[in-house]
């Protein structure tokens, strides 16, 4: 974070009549965004916050401890792992093919990558319900090996990587694109391995891109609802996600014990993001020190 | 891929990779859908997905999405920008908060938003006193969109701003282009292909949306009934293959979004490459 | 430097995924150990407001089975809409039981070959152990005056209703309706159109369930009555003094079926168990279970007991005034049905 404000105050600073307009715009900028974080964000989160906390801290610790709700926590923690592992090797897998090579359909092949962003979660539910449901041709053959995929944990982990597949793919293809193909072309034409490129050149030039990724696909997986509601069958403490549980709590009119348990998601949430920016801070130091 | 005179390695490795991922988790389980729709004759899709009330809730959905996706591209990129460029006290929250669409599940999202917007919540109080009624309206649902799509424009253009080099803009600085002059001829142009392509995201991402806008949308048919809504009442009545239709169609239009807005960044690119 | 960190970092994530994978692989036959190992486990698959009902009854039913046949097995509930249960079973979610709310979800699960066509007939009284009605909830005072549903049309009224679209519960709301004006015009199907299009057009909001909708009314304050299932405006009146039911003239009698879904039992082998389970809910306790939770037990013995509970109406029920729920469905509720055309402009 420091590295950039370095490079930005030298414009800043060479200017020094624009000094008091751009002191005045920038402040006006920040407010304004700060403004639609509070109205767009900050007061569902603290509407949440008061619900949780309606009705003391005893009910809302007893909302959390519940069987249930843990049952539910580490199966939201299993497939977000699942998916965020995966979702990263395809990621970056993709970047590389679409930003180093040209190739014709490239463009379908962009989209076909988007295309999880375009189904609409709930549909993307019914299509593992058409292909592994009761429905499908193949229903037979997976019932004769005892493998049940949707209405069980697989389901859940599938659609869950559905939803997020595009979002660690999106975050790097824009840095790698703005990377061009310079360095990697040098560094294989001096006779450097595909892995060897990879890791010391286009790693480290994409880094940020990669983490917003894995936080933006994690953040999605924990909170997935939509699709997972379709393939779960929400059958309490098997197949109830974090999110599916505080429907449940929803529906029972227990209000307070529903938003305790959105505000766990929240503070994994926070936790995530705590995570990221010391890592980042980490990262800024070691690059300081091979300068 | 070799004999394209490509020195890069790694070409049928990753190919291979995309390929089958995509295969497995998009293209097998899309075809099994558009499969089990194909059933039905050419004639009853038509009949289906042209019905006046479908087409209302296309229009709705697309309008809503287009509204939010614009919004969400001038405070994503304004965000963007003061996240990158400024240091100010409550940053990192602020950098942090953008991402909690995502982890707040949609319906808990929905529930604070209509509690929020509805006649007697927090902030609907003050908007219907200006005679704008939030909730159960086209406003209500767009509302709930821009929600949900916050982080994508923010997202996409942050790490391309973060990465732009800085010597461009003091040399525009230096040769005594003004702040607002270097903003559009410099910056401006190198943040348009993440700029359209996170526009495109919460786009698309809106015209599915179904969980956070069922609670804000009144559902009120031929007003407030979005296409996802549709899809679920056909499902309710156990018609699988006018859902897959209606389904089908949707996907149709957003996979089109994409794939024009896509096809608009690779023209720019090679034509930046030229 | 930086290598050495980003040689770390791939090892570390090559781990995980490691452990993803077996994790994956576990899970699929720790399932397949599950459908084994038969009837440790037993599924039923209700709808949203049964949830406290059934929460209570398997708890007793526990004890109940153990008791009489020394097998240990878990009793697990899954709720949701109606209609989106009724196709989870179709689509292989493995209902060993389902309650549902209309008997037109079960016939579509029939209709796919999981339950025999008969269904109906299988337990007494149209296999429904309990039943429900449709009255008003008002505010406290009942400010605007509501006593029927005449009242509802109003020009002054708003209603929260649920959508009969998406929701088993609303379907049951519009017959209601849609019955007391065909008595009041004497079956003149032009006015009993226009009268409750009349109604509908008072709606504030329809929302997808009937529990959203008591919360959109309850929680948020939106409109004046709540067309609701009895037994959710009596749960809302136990919690909070701030509101009464108000019986309209004639409401339907809403008749909740049970059936046990005979492909999946014979696969598992728990027929036994969820014959008992059915039958249990017949028997003095489990009419008393449901009876607790708001529901109208068949059982004369456990309804006087209970009678003050339930505000007195005149019923009908729905084979005899639209001829069954398959007709009734076709009629008013799919694609071009009177409920369509009150919408159309």
């Known amino acids: 974070m420091e590295a950039v404000t370095k490079l930005a105050k030298p414009v800043a600073g060479s200017q020094s009549r624009f000094l008091k307009t751009e002191t005045i715009v920038k402040w006006s900028l920040i407010l304004t965004g700060a403004a639609f974080l509070v109205v767009m964000m900050i007061l569902p989160l603290i509407l949440i916050g008061v619900e949780a906390l309606g009705k003391g801290w005893n009910a809302y610790l007893a909302a959390l401890n519940e069987p249930f709700a843990r049952k539910a926590l580490w199966l939201t923690a299993e497939a977000t792992v699942l998916s965020v592992v995966s979702n990263t090797i395809f990621g970056l897998a993709a970047a590389w093919l679409l930003t180093k090579f040209d190739f014709r359909g490239k463009t379908l092949l962009g989209s076909i990558i988007d295309l999880p962003f375009a189904v609409s979660p709930v549909v993307a539910g019914l299509f593992f319900i058409m292909l592994f449901g009761r429905l499908s041709p193949f229903y037979d053959t997976l019932q004769a090996y005892h493998i049940a995929v949707v209405f069980a944990v697989p389901g859940i982990v599938l659609a869950t990587i559905f939803v997020t597949l595009p979002f660690i793919a999106r975050s790097i293809i824009p840095v790698m694109e703005g990377q061009g193909r310079d360095e990697e072309e040098a560094a294989a034409l001096m006779g450097a391995s595909g892995w060897r490129i990879f890791w010391q050149i286009t790693l480290p030039n994409i880094k940020w891109g990669l983490m917003y990724g894995i936080i933006l696909c994690t953040a999605r997986a924990m909170g997935e609802f939509g699709a997972v509601s379709v393939v779960s069958g929400h059958i309490r403490g098997k197949t109830n996600t974090l999110p599916l549980h505080i429907e449940i709590l929803y529906n029972e009119y227990n209000f307070t014990a529903a938003f305790a348990v959105s505000s766990i998601l929240v503070g994994l949430a926070v936790l995530v993001l705590i995570l990221r920016n010391f890592v980042e801070w980490r990262m800024e130091r070691k690059d300081d020190h091979e300068v | ?274 | 430097m930086m290598k050495k960190w980003w040689k770390a970092a791939s090892l570390a994530l090559g781990l995980v995924a490691a452990a993803g994978l077996f994790a994956g692989c576990g899970d699929e036959s720790a399932a397949g150990g599950e459908d084994g190992k038969a009837a440790s486990e037993f599924l039923n698959v209700s709808y949203d407001p049964t949830r406290e009902l059934y929460a209570e009854f398997n708890q007793v039913f526990t004890g109940e089975w153990k008791k009489a046949s020394g097998q240990d097995i878990e009793f697990r509930q899954s709720n949701g809409g109606s209609g989106k249960q009724a196709r989870s079973v179709i689509e292989g979610l493995e209902a060993d039981v389902v309650t549902l709310a209309l008997a037109y979800d079960v016939d579509e699960i029939a209709q796919a070959g999981l339950i025999e066509k008969d269904w109906l007939k299988k337990f007494p009284d149209n296999s429904a152990p309990y039943t429900s009605t449709i009255v008003f909830l008002v505010r406290k005072g009942n400010p605007k005056n509501i006593h029927d549903w005449d009242d509802l049309a109003r020009d002054d009224v708003k209603i929260v209703t649920p959508n009969p679209k998406t929701s088993g519960g609303a379907r049951w709301n519009y017959l209601a309706a849609w019955e007391y004006a065909r008595e009041k015009f004497n079956g003149d199907e032009g006015q009993v159109k226009a009268f409750v299009k009349k109604l509908f057009q008072n709606v504030v909001a329809l929302d997808s369930g009937a529990r959203g909708a008591t919360t959109s009314f309850v929680q948020r304050g939106q409109g004046d009555v709540l067309i609701a299932w009895e037994n959710e405006a009596l749960i809302t009146l136990k919690d909070s003094p701030d509101y009464e039911i108000v019986a309209p003239s004639i409401s339907i009698l809403a008749e909740p079926s049970v059936a046990i879904v005979d492909k999946v039992v014979d696969k598992k082998g728990t027929r036994k168990v969820a014959e008992a389970y059915i039958n249990y809910l017949y028997s003095p306790e489990g009419q008393e279970i449901a009876a607790k939770n708001f529901y109208r037990p068949r059982n004369k013995a456990v309804f006087e007991k209970y009678k003050q509970q339930f505000p007195e109406l005149k019923l009908f029920t729905i084979d005899d005034k639209f001829g069954g729920w398959t007709k009734a469905q076709k009629e008013h509720f799919a694609d071009g049905g009177t409920f369509d055309q009150i919408y159309k402009k």
Not at chain 2, 66 to 77: K, Q, R, S, T
């Open chain 2, 1 to 274: 891929m070799g004999r394209t005179g490509q020195v890069i390695p790694g070409g049928h490795l990753t190919m291979g990779i995309v390929f089958f991922y995509l295969s497995l988790l998009v293209l097998l389980p899309l075809s099994a859908f558009v499969l089990y729709a194909s059933d039905m004759s050419g004639q009853d899709f038509i009949r289906q997905v042209t019905d006046y009330r479908m087409v209302h809730g296309y229009l709705l959905s697309f309008g809503c999405a287009l509204a939010a996706a614009i919004i969400n591209a001038v405070f994503g990129l304004l965000l963007a920008w003061v996240l990158v460029r400024y240091d100010f006290p409550g940053k990192r929250l602020m950098d942090g908060l953008i991402d909690l669409p995502f982890a707040l599940p949609t319906a808990v999202a929905g529930i604070a938003l209509t509690t929020l917007y509805v006649e007697t919540g927090w902030l609907g109080r003050f908007f219907y006193q200006l005679g704008i009624p939030t909730a159960f309206s086209a406003v209500g649902i767009t509302i709930a969109l821009v929600f949900v799509g916050i982080p994508f424009v923010a997202r996409s253009v942050q790490p391309v701003l973060k990465d732009l080099d800085g010597s461009l803009e003091e040399a525009a600085a230096l040769l005594g282009a003004g702040k607002f002059l270097t903003f559009r001829k410099v910056i401006l142009p190198e943040l348009i292909t993440p700029l359209v392509s996170g526009f495109a995201l919460a786009f698309s991402r809106g015209i599915g949306e179904y969980g956070s806008v069922v609670f804000i949308a009144g559902n009120v048919p031929f007003e407030t009934e979005i296409a996802p809504l549709l899809i679920m009442t056909k499902l309710e009545q156990f018609d699988y293959q006018a859902a897959a239709a209606v389904a089908i169609v949707m996907l149709a239009m957003s996979l089109l979004v994409l794939l024009v807005l896509n096809g608009y960044q690779r023209y720019r690119l090679q034509r930046q490459g030229a």
